[in-house]
Structures are given as C-alpha cells and as structure tokens.
C-alpha cells in the first residue's frame, strides 16, 4: 500500500488586486475622510438639516395667546394653509399661492427670452470681452438686493427719462412715476434674477457643437427647428438648472414686490415676512414655509424631464 504525503504548509494567500488596500490603510482613508467632509457635514447638518426639522416640527404647534409658540400638537396652521379659518373655507392663501407661482413663472421665462440671446452674444465673442460680460453679469452679486431695489426708483421715477419716454407715448399721465405696478415688479425681479438663469446657461451654450447647427443650415432647417431639435437638448442642463434657480428664489421674494409693487398684491414671501414679524403666528409662517420646501422639490422633480433628442439631462 502506497503512503500518502499530507501537505500541511497553508496556501499563500491569493494575489491582491489593484484596487484592494490594507485593512490600516483602509483605516486612515476613513479617517481622513471623516476629518475633509466633518465641517461641511456639521455646516450642512446646523444651518439646513435641524432648521428643516425645527420648520416641520413648529408647523403643527400651536400660537399662544400673546404670540409665544405653544409645543402642543395641533393641525390649525395646516388647515390655515390649506384654507379652513374659523369662518369656513376661503380661497386667500390659495390665490397667494397661485398669485406667487405665477409672478414667479413670468419672471422665469423673461430670464430666460433675454439669457438665450445674451449668453449665445458672450459664447461668441473673443476671451478677453467673455470675461467683460460675465463681470457685468455678476455685478448685481456685489450690491444688496435692497440697495437695488432702491435704486430703481430713481431709474422709474417721475422726473427720469424714462417716465418722460412712457408720458411722451401716453403710457402714464404727465408727472407720475412708472411704480408701483407690474412693469416696475418684473422689471426689478428681472434684473435680480438674471444672473441666476443666465450663468448656467453660459456654461452650456459655450460648450454648444457648432458643427451641428452647421449642418442644420446646410439642410436648410428653419430657425425653430433649429432650436427645438439641436439647442434646446443640448443647453437644457444649463437651463433646468437656471429656472430653478431662478423660479424657487423669485417665489419666496417680497422686497422687490413690496418696494416696487407698493406691497399691493400679497405674495407668499409677503406672506411669511408677516406671520413672523408684525402677526407673531409662528406656526403658521412655517407651515407656509413648508409649502415652499414642497414646492421647491417638485421644482427639483422637473430636472429629470427630457426634450427631444435627449436621453437623460443628468447622463
């Protein structure tokens, strides 16, 4: 009978790959990860996170009788929101809602009828004049939004050029100013806003195929075309961006609606200013607070929507 020989040395262990590390190594990478990304978590966790909880948890307290919140569980501000008062049901805050969303829709696509032309102007142009342009774009960031507004009085004034121009044409009666009204309010959240759309959209109108719309012209498509099929999902990244950048924050604005507008129509911003200011009904102003945050998700939602030609604008 032949005799077996047992091998009992172990196996050497297999090869390691290229991408396996040691378990210390691995160690100091979490380490080192955790010390990069702890002061940006902490920031984010204390000035979006807790703020955001403390929102929802404020919405369902109570209003004391002097103002003071109450910590009791209550349903009011939300059915407040929704429109049930102590008279029934009625439409206010709804129509502020829907009065918010549609100020802010029109100042949305007016940034975005100017932003296409003047970003495809800057794409154009030599370097050295890119640079000019993208500084006048961002002086709006360097001034306050209420010094602006400010100043745009003076611009719509009764004794500027162009109240003379608009009482020249019949537009105003001799003297009067161009505010408060709606030119005034969408002339201010324009300017305000432009920045926003018109940035993201640069970003992606310069990095637009130029041969493609070469091409387009060869074959003789017409302008629409043109745009609907080739620049539209080629820039749509930059622009989804840019709308909500620019619709979210134009909702939730009343300087520029109160100072312009002469704070005759009520829009959310308003709205919210009041209940934590002069009314004291802290639930309720962040109940509407909320509806905002819901808003701007849904608003967020809509970056995932796709054009023709496109498969995914976040691909």
């Not at 439409?91 to 009065?99: A, H």
């Not at 932003?115 to 495809?120: I, Q, V």
């Not at 154009?124 to 006048?136: K, T």
């Not at 924050?249 to 009520?266: E, Q, R, S, W, Y």
């Amino acid at each position: 009978m032949a005799n077996t020989v047992v091998n009992l040395t172990p196996d050497p262990p297999p090869p390691k790959g290229p991408f396996e590390t040691p378990p210390r190594k691995n160690q100091r990478f979490f380490v080192s990860g955790i010390l990069a990304t702890g002061p940006g978590l902490i920031w984010l966790i204390g000035l979006l996170v807790l703020p955001c909880l403390s929102l929802i948890a404020m919405a369902f307290a109570q209003r004391g009788q002097y103002g003071q919140v109450v910590w009791a569980f209550s349903t009011e501000s939300v059915k407040r929101l929704m429109g049930y008062g102590l008279f029934g049901w009625s439409p206010d805050i709804l129509l502020i809602l829907g009065r918010s969303l549609l100020v802010a829709a029109i100042t949305t696509l007016i940034c975005v009828v100017i932003s296409y032309p003047l970003t495809f102007h800057m794409a154009s142009r030599r370097p050295s004049i890119r640079v000019f342009w993208l500084i006048l774009i961002m002086v709006p960031f360097w001034t306050n939004v209420v010094v602006r507004t400010y100043g745009w009085l003076l611009i719509l004034g009764p004794k500027s050029l162009l109240a003379n121009a608009a009482s020249f044409l019949g537009l105003i009666a001799p003297g009067a100013s161009l505010y408060p009204g709606s030119f005034a309010v969408y002339l201010g959240m324009t300017s305000t806003f432009i920045p926003f759309m018109a940035l993201p959209l640069y970003a992606s109108v310069e990095r637009l195929d130029r041969e493609i719309l070469e091409a387009a012209s060869d074959l003789y498509a017409n302008t629409f075309l043109t745009f609907w099929r080739i620049v539209l999902p080629q820039t749509f990244p930059g622009l989804s961006v840019g709308i909500i950048m620019t619709f979210v924050p134009a909702m939730a604005m009343f300087v520029v609606t109160d100072i312009l507008g002469g704070a005759k129509n009520m829009l959310i911003g308003n709205l919210i200013q009041q209940q934590f200011g002069q009314a004291r009904d802290w639930p309720f102003g962040a109940a509407l607070s909320l509806a905002l945050i819901i808003v701007t998700l849904v608003s967020l939602g809509f970056r995932r929507l796709k054009t023709p030609g496109q498969k995914d604008p976040l691909a």
